[in-house]
Protein backbone atom coordinates (compact mmCIF):
# COMPACT_ATOMS: atom_id res chain seq x y z
CA UNK A 1 0.00 0.00 0.00
CA UNK A 2 1.03 3.61 -0.66
CA UNK A 3 1.88 6.05 2.09
CA UNK A 4 3.84 9.39 2.11
CA UNK A 5 5.52 9.25 5.35
CA UNK A 6 7.31 12.33 5.24
CA UNK A 7 3.88 14.24 4.55
CA UNK A 8 2.11 12.27 7.05
CA UNK A 9 -0.72 11.23 4.61
CA UNK A 10 -1.81 7.71 3.57
CA UNK A 11 -3.80 7.24 1.08
CA UNK A 12 -7.15 6.97 2.54
CA UNK A 13 -6.77 9.96 4.10
CA UNK A 14 -6.38 11.60 0.84
CA UNK A 15 -9.51 9.68 -0.31
CA UNK A 16 -11.31 11.02 2.18
CA UNK A 17 -9.92 14.59 1.27
CA UNK A 18 -10.85 14.47 -2.10
CA UNK A 19 -14.29 12.78 -1.61
CA UNK A 20 -15.09 16.43 1.24
CA UNK A 21 -13.43 18.60 -1.42
CA UNK A 22 -15.66 17.23 -3.88
CA UNK A 23 -18.97 17.24 -1.10
CA UNK A 24 -18.89 20.26 -0.41
CA UNK A 25 -18.06 21.78 -4.35
CA UNK A 26 -21.39 19.88 -5.07
CA UNK A 27 -23.00 21.23 -1.88
CA UNK A 28 -21.90 24.82 -3.17
CA UNK A 29 -23.18 24.16 -6.71
CA UNK A 30 -26.48 22.88 -5.82
CA UNK A 31 -27.16 26.03 -4.23
CA UNK A 32 -25.60 28.90 -6.29
CA UNK A 33 -28.65 31.20 -8.33
CA UNK A 34 -28.32 29.02 -11.47
CA UNK A 35 -29.52 25.78 -10.14
CA UNK A 36 -32.28 27.22 -8.04
CA UNK A 37 -33.72 29.30 -11.12
CA UNK A 38 -33.76 25.79 -12.96
CA UNK A 39 -35.34 24.17 -9.98
CA UNK A 40 -37.91 26.77 -9.86
CA UNK A 41 -39.41 24.61 -12.84
CA UNK A 42 -41.38 21.83 -11.88
CA UNK A 43 -39.55 18.31 -12.53
CA UNK A 44 -38.99 14.69 -11.27
CA UNK A 45 -36.87 14.41 -8.34
CA UNK A 46 -33.19 14.30 -8.94
CA UNK A 47 -30.57 12.17 -6.87
CA UNK A 48 -27.51 14.77 -6.06
CA UNK A 49 -25.07 14.60 -8.59
CA UNK A 50 -26.74 11.50 -11.00
CA UNK A 51 -29.63 13.84 -11.42
CA UNK A 52 -32.21 11.88 -13.33
CA UNK A 53 -30.78 9.40 -15.11
CA UNK A 54 -32.50 6.66 -12.92
CA UNK A 55 -35.36 7.88 -14.68
CA UNK A 56 -33.93 8.00 -18.35
CA UNK A 57 -32.00 4.05 -18.31
CA UNK A 58 -35.38 2.88 -19.99
CA UNK A 59 -36.00 1.38 -23.65
CA UNK A 60 -36.70 4.24 -26.16
CA UNK A 61 -40.53 3.28 -26.28
CA UNK A 62 -40.81 3.91 -22.75
CA UNK A 63 -38.74 6.84 -22.86
CA UNK A 64 -40.62 8.99 -25.50
CA UNK A 65 -43.78 7.92 -23.52
CA UNK A 66 -42.76 9.31 -20.44
CA UNK A 67 -41.38 12.99 -21.36
CA UNK A 68 -43.91 13.20 -23.61
CA UNK A 69 -47.32 12.27 -21.96
CA UNK A 70 -46.39 11.06 -18.21
CA UNK A 71 -44.33 14.07 -17.56
CA UNK A 72 -46.31 16.71 -19.46
CA UNK A 73 -49.18 15.49 -17.74
CA UNK A 74 -48.01 15.68 -14.32
CA UNK A 75 -45.69 18.85 -14.86
CA UNK A 76 -47.13 20.70 -17.70
CA UNK A 77 -46.06 22.17 -20.51
CA UNK A 78 -42.49 23.32 -19.48
CA UNK A 79 -40.85 21.27 -17.09
CA UNK A 80 -36.84 20.22 -15.96
CA UNK A 81 -34.27 17.31 -15.56
CA UNK A 82 -31.14 16.83 -14.48
CA UNK A 83 -28.80 14.46 -16.84
CA UNK A 84 -25.98 14.52 -13.92
CA UNK A 85 -25.30 18.38 -13.16
CA UNK A 86 -26.29 19.29 -16.29
CA UNK A 87 -30.12 20.82 -16.62
CA UNK A 88 -32.53 19.93 -19.50
CA UNK A 89 -35.22 21.86 -19.65
CA UNK A 90 -38.38 20.60 -21.71
CA UNK A 91 -40.34 22.51 -23.44
CA UNK A 92 -44.09 20.59 -24.91
CA UNK A 93 -46.47 23.19 -25.77
CA UNK A 94 -46.56 25.04 -28.89
CA UNK A 95 -47.76 28.42 -27.55
CA UNK A 96 -44.00 28.15 -25.24
CA UNK A 97 -42.43 27.33 -28.02
CA UNK A 98 -43.64 29.72 -30.48
CA UNK A 99 -41.55 32.73 -28.93
CA UNK A 100 -38.40 30.94 -29.03
CA UNK A 101 -39.00 29.32 -32.61
CA UNK A 102 -40.48 32.78 -34.09
CA UNK A 103 -37.54 34.70 -32.57
CA UNK A 104 -34.59 35.99 -35.17
CA UNK A 105 -32.34 35.46 -31.89
CA UNK A 106 -32.66 32.12 -30.83
CA UNK A 107 -31.33 30.37 -33.64
CA UNK A 108 -27.63 29.27 -32.02
CA UNK A 109 -27.83 25.18 -31.65
CA UNK A 110 -26.16 23.64 -28.33
CA UNK A 111 -23.65 21.40 -28.32
CA UNK A 112 -26.81 18.89 -27.59
CA UNK A 113 -26.71 18.46 -31.62
CA UNK A 114 -23.35 17.69 -31.70
CA UNK A 115 -23.94 13.99 -31.54
CA UNK A 116 -26.24 14.16 -35.03
CA UNK A 117 -23.11 15.53 -36.57
CA UNK A 118 -21.97 12.16 -37.61
CA UNK A 119 -25.65 11.29 -39.00
CA UNK A 120 -26.76 14.30 -40.70
CA UNK A 121 -23.09 15.80 -41.58
CA UNK A 122 -23.36 19.63 -41.99
CA UNK A 123 -26.71 20.26 -42.87
CA UNK A 124 -28.58 23.14 -42.57
CA UNK A 125 -30.18 21.47 -39.22
CA UNK A 126 -26.83 21.37 -37.58
CA UNK A 127 -25.25 24.94 -39.57
CA UNK A 128 -23.92 27.73 -37.71
CA UNK A 129 -26.26 30.82 -37.37
CA UNK A 130 -24.92 33.05 -40.63
CA UNK A 131 -24.77 29.91 -42.66
CA UNK A 132 -28.39 29.26 -41.61
CA UNK A 133 -29.63 32.51 -42.00
CA UNK A 134 -28.27 33.01 -45.20
CA UNK A 135 -29.86 29.54 -46.45
CA UNK A 136 -33.15 30.46 -44.70
CA UNK A 137 -33.64 33.56 -46.93
CA UNK A 138 -32.69 31.48 -50.05
CA UNK A 139 -35.25 29.45 -48.91
CA UNK A 140 -38.18 30.97 -47.41
CA UNK A 141 -39.77 31.97 -50.41
CA UNK A 142 -40.11 28.45 -51.73
CA UNK A 143 -42.28 27.91 -48.25
CA UNK A 144 -44.49 30.90 -48.70
CA UNK A 145 -48.64 29.80 -47.92
CA UNK A 146 -49.26 30.99 -51.51
CA UNK A 147 -46.69 28.72 -53.47
CA UNK A 148 -47.82 25.53 -50.32
CA UNK A 149 -51.16 26.08 -51.55
CA UNK A 150 -50.61 25.70 -54.70
CA UNK A 151 -49.49 22.32 -54.33
CA UNK A 152 -52.53 21.24 -51.88
CA UNK A 153 -54.78 19.41 -54.80
CA UNK A 154 -51.31 17.26 -55.58
CA UNK A 155 -51.05 16.61 -51.51
CA UNK A 156 -54.78 15.37 -50.95
CA UNK A 157 -54.66 13.25 -53.70
CA UNK A 158 -51.46 11.39 -52.94
CA UNK A 159 -52.71 11.32 -49.37
CA UNK A 160 -56.18 9.87 -50.22
CA UNK A 161 -53.94 7.01 -52.70
CA UNK A 162 -51.56 6.65 -49.57
CA UNK A 163 -54.33 6.05 -47.60
CA UNK A 164 -55.84 3.27 -49.78
CA UNK A 165 -52.59 2.12 -50.09
CA UNK A 166 -52.82 1.18 -46.24
CA UNK A 167 -56.27 -0.29 -46.53
CA UNK A 168 -54.96 -2.69 -49.07
CA UNK A 169 -51.91 -3.64 -47.17
CA UNK A 170 -54.14 -4.06 -43.69
CA UNK A 171 -56.62 -6.28 -45.67
CA UNK A 172 -53.77 -8.33 -47.42
CA UNK A 173 -52.16 -9.08 -43.46
CA UNK A 174 -55.96 -9.88 -42.14
CA UNK A 175 -55.32 -7.01 -39.72
CA UNK A 176 -51.72 -8.05 -38.78
CA UNK A 177 -48.38 -5.73 -37.92
CA UNK A 178 -46.66 -4.90 -41.11
CA UNK A 179 -44.25 -2.53 -42.31
CA UNK A 180 -45.22 0.66 -43.21
CA UNK A 181 -41.77 2.34 -44.44
CA UNK A 182 -42.58 1.24 -48.40
CA UNK A 183 -46.25 2.31 -48.10
CA UNK A 184 -44.29 5.64 -46.80
CA UNK A 185 -41.64 5.86 -49.09
CA UNK A 186 -43.30 5.15 -52.03
CA UNK A 187 -46.35 8.18 -51.20
CA UNK A 188 -43.47 10.19 -50.28
CA UNK A 189 -41.84 9.56 -53.57
CA UNK A 190 -44.96 10.23 -55.69
CA UNK A 191 -45.90 13.50 -53.80
CA UNK A 192 -42.69 14.77 -54.95
CA UNK A 193 -42.29 13.27 -58.36
CA UNK A 194 -46.17 14.82 -58.63
CA UNK A 195 -45.58 18.28 -57.76
CA UNK A 196 -42.09 18.00 -59.88
CA UNK A 197 -44.50 17.35 -63.16
Not at 140 to 153: E, G, T
Not at 159 to 182: R, V
Request: proline residues 7%; positive net charge; hydrophobic residues 40%.
Amino acid sequence: MFSFPWIGWNPSFLGSFLAFLLTISYWRWSRSRFVRLINVLPGPKALPVLGNIHHLNIPHDELLEKSAFTWVRKYGGIYRLWYTVRPLVVIATPELMEPIYGSPRHISRGNAYDGFTAILGKSLLLAPDERWKKSRRILNPSFHVQVLNSYMDNFNEKSLECAQSFEEAIKANNGEEFDIFPILNLCTLKTICGDLY
